[in-house]
């Protein structure tokens, strides 16, 4: 492909993914006129709630947060040719680490507590991501059923214990103590301190995949395992390890989630994060600074759906239909061909055998 | 030798059966009763996976296809008043979905596995978006009373009085096994599946079979669905599929792609459930229920990393298949 191309830019990566978010909102545009609503109207408070104010724009980033962890924890797996579906699973390991750690340890300094709960949260993520990652590299056992599974798995799992031994003592509800004020992450200049957070692990996630052997290993064993494997490059390792780094970054998602926002853990608070992080991971090409913009895209939207459905009387799953559908028109290959005789479409996972 | 596990296993169930029966007849088979509806979506939902990768296309979007199909299904069932054409609906509704596989698996060339999670996202969302609550559809299937063998004893209780879709599907699954291996289109299927080019070379058509199986098996994955929909609980709700697309692919896995196979590995896991449902319904030992509802998840987990490697699956599968140009 580079080539062909000779010295002309490459606009492909940035307009697929912007025709297929207005292809898919005009389909979506079509299900509310035939609900009776007038699309447009109902577009424009979507999108000015999200990021029509200061107030609105923070809330944004707030949502967004999760997501461009998530989103992370799905993308780098991706480069390695892995696909990560259970990134939500991971995401509530870790929001529910943290939450322990964040009301049991008392007494600590804000400084001390705050990143010990994320180390909670990371590394609660990556002990579910371990589970899987054992089972494909040293068994072959394919990674979207293990990782759905273990999301199942895990949800059941962290209703048992909010419901008994983490349990708010007292309390009807299931849910776990609040979390220590020395645990709380604080704001920084009005908006989320883990937003920060979120986009320093994005770009050393990147200057990772670009300048480090880590990087190249992963990336090479994502297009062609056998390459890797002629080159010296252990494919088991490779697979343990970005599987670990997906569970970790997912984790600290959750933690972030329960240390800025929530404040506890709440079984269903947690619902969708980890699913979203793949429409994320695709729409910003399996990228890890392309995830930001489409983190804060589908943060201002599932930030302002509520809203949507109280001025205009949308159902807020209108947004899920819209991401299912802006996943559908950036990975089909359909809208690519209208830009560039683009004949090969990269197979980023791979099937059973491998 | 596999042969001799499975012997243990079915002496084993034999022993056990015989045990529980004397100690509680009525009991024992009800168990035996609820392990087929257990186990027969999971079944079915195997078959999609069977006649899909038996041809060389990978199919995740077995739980989206099931979930979107028992949606439409239940809707037009409560809609039109009537259960058997809301049936037919998912029926259709789950080939439109093989169909859409298909389109870009084999048109599109798309990664399989990235196609399969759209079908599941989208039939997420769909389903979402158009839930209606207050629908209820007039009656579920029918259960049949089978005349002789309901009169038999101890097999009587078992096998009689299921629904319509629970004999269809055991017949189908037994004529999938036998089209499979013993007619030129399943000797075509299995080509595609294996080594597309040779099959190509003998005038087979790779693409046209392609869309044809994922379809029909998009068919039965809407059978599936409609069975959970309008046969085994007569409801609706959302994300209701709960996992059971992603077991049907164990369950595949573990019958090694044979559809035989696949039913007696269903069988299995409707007996592990059926069974840990009886001991917490009698209170023998106190499980709390979510450790109940992860059972079939760590089963199936447990499943395939016993049975990874020591199967193989279709050759060509999950490959687009490009036509060498001469």
Same mark, same amino acid.
């Given at each position: 492909m580079d080539a062909k191309q000779g010295k002309k830019l490459d606009f492909s990566p940035i307009l697929v993914p912007l025709l297929s978010i207005l292809v898919a909102l005009s389909f979506g545009g079509i299900l509310i006129f035939i609900q009776g609503i007038n699309p447009l109207s109902a577009y424009r408070v979507l999108f000015t709630t999200a990021f029509g104010s200061f107030d609105g724009i923070a809330i944004t980033l707030a949502k967004a947060t999760p997501l461009i962890l998530s989103g992370l924890a799905v993308a780098i797996c991706l480069r390695a040719g892995l696909f990560n579906i259970g990134a939500q699973g991971q995401l509530i390991s870790g929001a529910l680490a943290s939450a322990w750690a964040g009301y049991t340890f008392?007494? /600590?300094p804000a400084l001390v507590h705050i990143p010990l709960a994320l180390i909670f949260g990371a590394f609660f993520g990556a002990l579910v991501a371990l589970v899987a990652a054992v089972l494909k590299a040293y068994r072959g056992v394919h990674e979207v059923i293990t990782t759905i599974m273990l999301n199942s798995i895990v949800i059941a799992l962290s209703d048992y214990l909010t419901s008994n031994p983490f349990k708010e003592p007292d309390?009807? /509800?299931?849910r776990t103590p609040k979390i220590q004020e020395s645990a709380r992450m604080p704001d920084l200049l009005g908006l989320p301190l883990g937003f920060f957070l979120a986009i320093g692990i994005s770009i050393t996630l990147w200057w990772i995949m670009r300048n480090t052997t880590t990087g190249f290993s992963i990336e090479t064993i994502g297009r062609n395992k056998n390459a890797g494997w002629y080159a010296g490059i252990s494919v088991k390792k490779t697979i343990m390890l970005s599987m670990l780094i997906g569970g970790a970054v997912a984790g600290v998602a959750g933690a972030v989630e329960t240390l800025s926002i929530i404040g506890r853990f709440e079984p269903a608070f947690n619902a969708g994060l980890g699913f979203d992080g793949i429409t994320v991971a695709l729409l910003g090409r399996a990228n890890p600074l392309g995830v930001i913009p489409a983190a804060i895209l589908i943060g201002g939207m599932r930030a302002s759906g509520s809203t949507m459905q109280f001025e205009v009387g949308v159902a807020p799953e209108l947004v899920d239909l819209l991401l299912a559908l802006i996943l559908f028109f950036v990975t089909a290959p359909l809208l690519a061909k209208f830009f560039k005789n683009r004949k090969e479409n990269v197979a980023m996972t791979s099937g059973w055998s491998n | 030798m596999k042969l001799r596990t499975s012997h243990y296993l079915i002496i084993s169930f034999l022993a056990a059966f015989t045990y529980f029966y004397s100690k509680d007849g009525l009991v024992a088979t009800s168990v035996l009763y609820t392990a087929i509806q257990f186990a027969l979506p999971l079944a079915l939902a195997a078959m999609v996976g069977v006649m899909c990768e038996r041809t060389g296309v990978v199919n995740i979007g077995i739980e989206g296809t099931m979930l979107i199909s028992a949606f439409t299904a239940f809707f037009a069932g409560a809609i039109l008043k009537n259960t058997v054409q809301g049936m037919l609906v998912g029926v259709f509704t789950g080939a439109m979905m093989g169909l859409l596989l298909a389109l870009m =698996?084999?048109?599109?060339?798309?990664d399989q596995i990235i196609a399969g999670v759209i079908i599941n996202i989208l039939a997420a969302g769909i389903t979402s978006f158009y839930y209606r609550q207050n629908y209820s559809i007039p009656s579920t299937l029918d259960p049949i009373d089978l005349p002789v063998i309901g009169a038999w004893p101890i097999l009587g209780p078992v096998l009689s009085f299921h629904g319509p879709i629970t004999y269809f599907g055991i017949f189908f699954i037994l004529g999938l096994w036998f089209a499979l291996y013993k007619t030129s289109w399943g000797l075509r299927s299995r080509a595609v599946g294996e080594h597309p080019s040779s099959a190509d070379t003998a005038g087979v058509s790779v693409s046209r079979l392609r869309y044809l199986n994922v379809t029909a098996a998009g068919a039965v994955g809407g059978l599936a669905g409609s069975y959970l929909a309008l046969? =085994?609980?007569g409801i609706f709700e959302r994300g209701f599929t709960a996992g059971k697309g992603f077991t049907a692919l164990a369950i595949m896995i573990f019958g090694r792609w044979n559809p035989l196979g696949a039913l007696a590995a269903a069988l299995f896991f409707g007996l592990t459930q059926a069974v840990t449902n009886q001991l917490m319904i009698d209170e023998v030992v106190e499980i709390p229920p979510q450790f109940i509802n992860m059972l079939p998840y760590i089963l199936t987990i447990v499943v395939l990393a016993i049975s990874a490697g020591k199967v193989r699956p279709p050759a060509a599968e999950g490959i687009p298949y490009e036509k060498e140009k001469s």
């Open positions: 008392v007494g /600590l309390q009807p /509800l299931t | =698996a084999v048109n599109w060339k798309m046969e =085994a609980v």
